[in-house]
């Protein structure tokens, strides 16, 4: 296995034109605006000209609950869509851009790993095509309209008790969670409880990942609400008159942003909100035009199945009209190892008791994918260190669940190690087995929808909401909110809301501390347990590793 570094790896490749990688799905070059000699962005009107196209199959991955010893989600998205064009298949990826919040704190990037990245590595890990940066600027305008509308006379009678829109940035910066503005006399405005969360929580975020279209994304800009008026009606962003120019900003962001895979292969990478936040998927628009396009999509989830593959389920493909053929689930020796109560630092030795007691993590997330009506494949990430009485120990385990197991070394071999999974992942995509519908109807109420995943996905035994949730849920059903689904905002690393229990527990209690109406983006968040929607750097973060060599090269990214 290669013992260099990926932004090494990602340094060396050969990266050919983008006008190139475009005519390979069929894009012409003028239909391309280029960011540089490696990325574009599609034009809106070559997406129009789309519609009537047959879709190609869409192919989920998703993981296993994340441990410190990783479990390489997008590295397999990457290697699986290299390993499909290595047999003959015209496939796509899609992915989400990268946070600056994980990038310089411990998560890393998003760009994949080893052999199976996309590139500019670099430039996907920091700043890319401006998407994030005009995300936040579009958020803040929203606050500071409101801000502006109290200090010009409040036409609108907002409470300043109850403005709940935020300010946002892509960074992680606990000192910000909480904090008083408009200190500093009648100059600076009135004074009032505010916070910041990070871009990626940003409802403006999901908007824009849920949206058809520009005209879609100003509409659903319109709808969200920021406060409420003195006699509780709601303040929208419609009446600050604020939609028009908040889409203005959102322009460029809008339009699909086109890369490619070491092996030069086509990958879309769009939009961002993360999955124990929010809904954890890349955009509709990003992956609607990526079907059109390619014969094979695979996209991704974020962090286990029980978030990001519930939500993309509940929420993306009921709300875009989406149908998963095949669902490949990402596990690796080391985290189920973990999960079967091993420490990091004794990862290294052979434990074929401890990935069997941990593969129960594994078979609650088989059993769930299975509930949505789609056929699940297992990838196991290679390490180096996997001995081969605990591949087959995984193996074994699959198998009496119902799903194959396929060892995957695309991080060493890159699309090469992932052939064998792509062959099979194409059949069953091929056979039309899906049979997918999301896990609760639209009616079902909201608390019912909330009690629904907390235990078909969960296992939870009890669902916990003091009166004044409940009735916060009664009045949105009364206001026309019933049928919208639930974003469930919870810890990532465990099934429970406890980041410590792990394997699959069952039976425990989900505390839903707060809930919040996503009218623009088309969904009720449920904050369960101690998530927080701003998160802090750790106590050695990865800032302090990543500067400019003498070469003026970017080192530290990972």
């Given at each position: 296995m290669s013992t260099r570094s990926d932004i090494e790896i990602a340094r060396d490749a050969t990266k050919q034109p983008i006008q190139e990688i475009g005519a390979k799905l069929g894009i012409p070059a003028a239909d391309l605006v280029p960011y540089g000699h490696d990325k574009a962005k599609l034009g809106q009107g070559f997406i129009d000209g789309l519609a009537g196209r047959p879709d190609g199959k869409l192919i989920l991955v998703t993981a296993i609950n994340p441990t410190p010893a990783g479990e390489g989600k997008t590295t397999t998205t990457v290697?699986?869509?290299?390993?499909?064009?290595?047999?003959?298949?015209?496939?796509?990826?899609?992915?989400?851009?990268?946070?600056?919040?994980?990038?310089?704190?411990?998560?890393?990037?998003?760009?994949?790993?080893?052999?199976?990245?996309?590139?500019?590595?670099?430039?996907?890990?920091?700043?890319?095509?401006?998407?994030?940066?005009?995300?936040?600027?579009?958020?803040n305008l929203l606050a500071a309209m409101i801000d502006n509308h109290i200090h010009w006379g409040?036409?609108?009678?907002?409470?300043?008790?109850?403005?709940?829109?935020?300010?946002?940035?892509?960074?992680?910066?606990?000192?910000?969670?909480?904090?008083?503005?408009?200190?500093?006399?009648?100059?600076?405005?009135?004074?009032?409880?505010?916070?910041?969360?990070?871009?990626?929580?940003?409802?403006?975020?999901?908007?824009?990942?849920?949206?058809?279209?520009?005209t879609d994304l100003e509409e659903r800009l319109g709808r969200i609400i920021v406060a409420q008026t003195f006699d509780r009606q709601p303040v929208t962003a419609r009446d600050l008159k604020a939609d028009g120019a908040m889409t203005v900003l959102l322009k460029d962001a809008m339009q699909p942003n086109l890369v490619q895979t070491l092996e030069n292969n086509p990958a879309f990478v769009h939009g961002g909100p993360f999955a124990n936040i929010a809904h954890g998927c890349n955009s509709v628009i990003a992956t609607k035009t990526a079907l059109k396009l390619a014969d094979y999509v695979v996209t991704e989830a974020g962090f286990g199945a029980d978030l990001g593959a519930e939500k993309f389920m509940n929420i993306k493909c009921r709300k875009a009209g989406l149908a998963p053929d095949c669902v490949v689930l990402v596990a690796t020796v080391r985290a189920l190892k973990m999960n079967g109560g091993v420490g990091k630092d004794a990862l290294a030795a052979e434990d074929v008791a401890a990935v069997t007691a941990?593969?129960?993590?594994?078979?609650?997330?088989?059993?769930?994918?299975?509930?949505?009506?789609?056929?699940?494949?297992?990838?196991?990430?290679?390490?180096?260190?996997?001995?081969?009485?605990?591949?087959?120990?995984?193996?074994?385990?699959?198998?009496?669940?119902?799903?194959?197991?396929?060892?995957?070394?695309?991080?060493?071999?890159?699309?090469?190690?992932?052939?064998?999974?792509?062959?099979?992942?194409?059949?069953?995509?091929?056979?039309?087995?899906?049979?997918?519908?999301?896990?609760?109807p639209d009616e079902t109420g909201l608390f019912e929808k909330i009690e629904c995943v907390a235990h078909e996905i969960y296992r939870a035994g009890e669902v916990v909401a003091d009166a004044r949730i409940r009735k916060q849920l009664a009045d949105w059903e009364a206001q026309g909110y019933g049928a919208?689904?639930?974003?469930?905002?919870?810890?990532?690393?465990?099934?429970?809301?406890?980041?410590?229990?792990?394997?699959?527990?069952?039976?425990?209690?989900?505390?839903?501390?707060?809930?919040?109406?996503?009218?623009?983006?088309?969904?009720?968040?449920?904050?369960?347990?101690?998530?927080?929607?701003?998160?802090?750097?750790?106590?050695?973060?990865?800032?302090?590793?990543?500067?400019?060599?003498?070469?003026?090269?970017?080192?530290?990214?990972?």
């Open positions: 290697g699986l869509g290299d390993g499909l064009n290595r047999i003959g298949k015209r496939a796509a990826v899609c992915i989400r851009e990268a946070s600056l919040g994980p990038c310089f704190g411990m998560k890393g990037g998003a760009a994949g790993g080893g052999y199976a990245q996309v590139v500019p590595m670099e430039d996907m890990n920091l700043h890319f095509t401006g998407d994030f940066h005009a995300i936040t600027a579009a958020h409040n036409a609108l009678g907002i409470d300043v008790r109850r403005v709940t829109w935020r300010r946002v940035m892509d960074m992680n910066d606990r000192a910000l969670r909480d904090m008083v503005v408009g200190l500093g006399g009648v100059p600076n405005g009135f004074p009032r409880e505010a916070g910041f969360d990070i871009t990626v929580a940003s409802e403006v975020m999901a908007c824009l990942c849920l949206a058809a279209d520009l941990g593969c129960a993590n594994l078979g609650r997330h088989i059993a769930n994918l299975k509930k949505f009506g789609v056929p699940v494949v297992v990838a196991i990430n290679h390490f180096s260190g996997d001995t081969g009485a605990e591949i087959e120990a995984v193996k074994a385990f699959a198998a009496g669940q119902g799903a194959e197991a396929f060892l995957c070394t695309h991080w060493a071999d890159g699309g090469a190690g992932a052939q064998a999974l792509a062959a099979r992942v194409a059949q069953i995509a091929d056979a039309g087995l899906s049979q997918f519908a999301p896990l609760y919208l689904p639930v974003c469930m905002a919870k810890t990532q690393y465990s099934f429970s809301a406890d980041p410590t229990l792990r394997g699959a527990p069952e039976g425990h209690v989900l505390p839903v501390r707060e809930v919040r109406l996503s009218a623009g983006a088309g969904f009720v968040v449920a904050i369960c347990g101690e998530i927080m929607t701003m998160p802090g750097l750790p106590r050695v973060p990865a800032a302090e590793s990543i500067r400019l060599n003498a070469a003026g090269q970017v080192e530290g990214l990972f």
